[in-house]
C-alpha cells in the first residue's frame, strides 16, 4: 500500500481523496482478451464502480450519504486519519457494504423515528417456557438500522437465552448444622430459635449440573446462615419466622414431603415449582392443627433476591396449605397462593427491544395426595397448575399477552427395609413447570422504503415449548450407624428443557456424611 510513482498525493485535498488501486490491474483490451494496464485511469473506475455499487444495494442513500460511506468506511493508511499522502484512505467496498454507526431497532413507522440500541436488546426465559421462542422462524425476519438508515435483517432468536431446570447438585452436598436455643415460656406454650450454619442453597445459586464448586469460601457459607423462631402459642397452634431463609426450607409440600421421606434429591422443581422462582430473604408461617388428623398451614416469604444469579428472585410469596390424613392411611392436601416476582415472569427478564418485565402476580392450586400401603410402602402424587397476565413495559415487540398458564407434577413410590434394616428406596416421575398455553402479538420492522417508511409485520406466536421434560429419578438412602448416612440417586431427563429434538441427559450423585 503506497503511492504509485505516476500518482499524485492528497495534497490540500486530502478530505476529499480516496485511494483505490492503480497498478497492474486487469482490463480488457482492445480487439478482445485481457491486458494488464497501470494508471490513474484504472484506479478511479474502481471508486465510481463502488459508489455504483452502493448506490444500487442501498437505493434509500443519496449519492452525498454514499459518498460519505465510502470516506467513512475507508482503510486509513500512512498516518493515523486523514492524511495529505492517502487522504481518507484505500477505498474498501466491504466495510461499505457493514452496518455502520449505532444499530437502532425502530419503534416508529418512521426511519427517522426513535430506535432502541440493539446491543441491549436480550431477553432470559424462565425454563417454564423451553424452546418456545427459540423455534419461532418469525423472530428471523426482522431489520435494524444503521447510522445511515440503511435495513439489515437479525435473527431474534440469538438474543434470547432459554434456560433449562437442570439438576441443581449444590443442595445435595450441603450440611445443615443447626443449634436449638430454647427459652422458659408460660405453662402450655413454648419458645425456640433454630440457628442454621448452612441453610440449603437458593433456587437459582443451585445454577446447573456440576457447573458450579462446592467451596468453602461460599459466601452462602457464612459461620451463621438462616436464624429460625418457632413458639407454640396453645395446643395445636405455632407460628415460625426466619430471616435469610430459602422458600425451600421453610415451606413445602405436606403430603408429598411426609410420603417420599425426603429421600428424593432436588424435588421442589416438580412438586413445589412456585417455591423456586424467589431468593432466600424473611419468612412467616401459621399452622393450626384443626384436628389430629387434619392441618393448617398460612405463610409469607419476602426476599430481595438471589445473591448470584442474573435472576431477579425478588419479590414475595402468599400461601395457604390444607392436609388431611385418613384413617385407612389416604392424605391429601390443598395448597393455593401467589407470587409476585419484581420485574420477572417466571423468572424470565428482558431488555431492549424485547421491552421491561414489570412486576408479575401468579396465581398457583397444588393438589397432592399419598397412600401407605403398608407400613414400608407409600405411593404419592401432586399436580400444581399457575397462571398469570404478563405485564410489560417501554416500546416492546411483545403486545396482546394472553394469559399464561402452566402446569408441573410428580408421581412416585418409597419403600422402606427392602435391602436391609432401615433402608430408603424410591422412584418418581415428574414434570418441571411448563407453559402449556398462551400467546402474544409480535410485531417486527422486516423492511424499510424508500419514502423513509419502516414496514412492520405482526403475527401472532404460540409461547408453548415444543417438548415435555420428563425427570425420572431413582434414590436409594441408608442409615450405617447413628451417625453417619449414605445418600445417592440417579436422573434421567428425557426432552430436557421441554424440548422435543434435545437429547437426554443423566446424572449420578453419591454421598457419605459422617458426623463427628
Do not use: C
Amino acid at each position: 500500500n503506497i503511492v504509485s510513482s505516476f500518482s499524485n498525493p492528497a495534497g490540500d485535498t486530502d478530505t476529499a481523496f480516496l485511494a483505490a488501486p492503480g497498478e497492474n490491474i486487469i482490463t480488457t483490451g482492445l480487439g478482445g482478451g485481457t491486458v494488464t494496464a497501470s494508471g490513474t485511469s484504472f484506479a478511479a473506475p474502481h471508486v465510481s464502480g463502488a459508489l455504483a455499487i452502493i448506490l444500487q444495494r442501498f437505493p434509500s442513500l443519496s449519492t452525498a450519504q454514499a459518498v460519505d460511506l465510502l470516506f467513512t468506511t475507508a482503510t486509513d493508511l500512512g498516518a493515523s486519519g486523514t492524511d495529505t499522502v492517502f487522504g481518507r484512505g484505500l477505498l474498501n467496498l466491504q466495510a461499505a457494504f457493514q452496518a455502520q454507526g449505532l444499530l437502532g431497532w425502530a419503534t416508529s413507522n418512521r426511519v427517522t423515528g426513535p430506535r432502541i440500541d440493539f446491543l441491549k436488546t436480550s431477553m432470559s426465559l424462565g425454563s417454564s417456557f423451553g424452546n418456545a421462542l427459540s423455534e419461532q422462524n418469525f423472530l428471523a425476519s426482522a431489520i435494524i438500522l444503521d447510522a445511515y438508515d440503511r435495513p439489515y435483517q437479525v435473527d431474534l432468536r440469538n438474543r434470547i437465552i432459554s434456560s433449562t431446570p437442570n439438576l441443581k447438585v449444590a443442595p445435595f452436598f450441603e450440611t445443615n448444622q443447626t443449634r436449638l436455643v430454647s427459652l422458659p415460656m408460660p405453662k402450655g406454650s413454648s419458645l425456640s430459635f433454630d440457628i442454621a450454619k448452612n441453610d440449603p442453597i437458593e433456587p437459582a445459586a443451585e445454577i446447573s449440573a456440576f457447573s458450579r464448586s462446592i467451596g468453602r469460601n461460599d459466601p452462602l457459607q457464612n459461620d451463621v446462615g438462616t436464624i429460625q423462631f418457632s413458639a407454640e402459642l396453645s395446643r395445636g397452634s405455632k407460628i415460625g419466622a426466619a430471616h435469610e431463609a430459602s422458600t425451600l426450607s421453610f415451606f413445602g409440600n405436606n403430603v408429598t414431603e411426609e410420603a417420599s421421606g425426603g429421600v428424593f434429591f432436588n424435588s421442589s422443581w416438580t412438586s413445589s415449582p412456585q417455591l423456586t422462582l424467589l431468593g432466600k430473604g424473611d419468612s412467616l408461617k401459621f399452622s393450626h392443627d384443626i384436628s389430629d388428623n387434619t392441618k393448617l398451614d398460612f405463610g409469607m416469604h419476602q426476599s430481595n433476591g438471589f445473591s448470584s444469579s442474573s435472576i431477579s428472585g425478588a419479590g414475595h410469596l402468599v400461601q395457604a396449605q390444607l392436609s388431611h390424613k385418613t384413617s385407612n392411611g389416604f392424605s391429601y392436601g390443598l395448597t393455593t397462593g401467589y407470587v409476585s416476582e419484581e420485574n420477572s415472569l417466571f423468572s424470565s427478564s428482558s431488555s431492549g427491544a424485547f421491552g421491561n418485565i414489570d412486576d408479575n402476580r401468579g396465581q398457583y392450586t397444588s393438589l397432592s395426595a399419598s397412600w401407605e400401603i403398608n407400613d414400608e410402602t407409600n405411593i404419592f402424587a401432586t399436580y400444581t397448575d399457575a397462571t398469570v397476565k404478563p405485564s410489560f413495559s417501554g416500546d416492546s415487540l411483545f403486545n396482546n399477552w394472553s394469559r399464561i398458564y402452566a402446569n408441573s407434577f410428580a408421581v412416585g413410590l418409597t419403600t422402606q427395609s427392602q435391602f436391609t434394616h432401615g433402608d430408603r428406596l424410591g422412584i418418581s416421575f415428574g414434570q418441571p413447570l411448563r407453559v402449556r398455553k398462551s400467546n402474544v402479538d409480535v410485531t417486527l420492522p422486516v423492511g424499510r422504503d424508500l419514502s423513509g417508511n419502516v414496514i412492520q409485520e405482526t403475527q401472532r406466536v404460540d409461547l408453548t415449548p415444543t417438548g415435555h421434560q420428563i425427570d425420572i429419578q431413582l434414590a436409594y438412602s441408608l442409615k450405617t450407624g447413628s451417625q453417619s448416612e449414605i445418600s445417592s440417586f440417579a436422573t434421567l431427563s428425557l426432552q430436557p428443557g421441554h424440548n422435543q429434538s434435545a437429547d437426554p441427559e443423566t446424572a449420578v450423585g453419591l454421598k457419605w456424611r459422617r458426623e463427628f
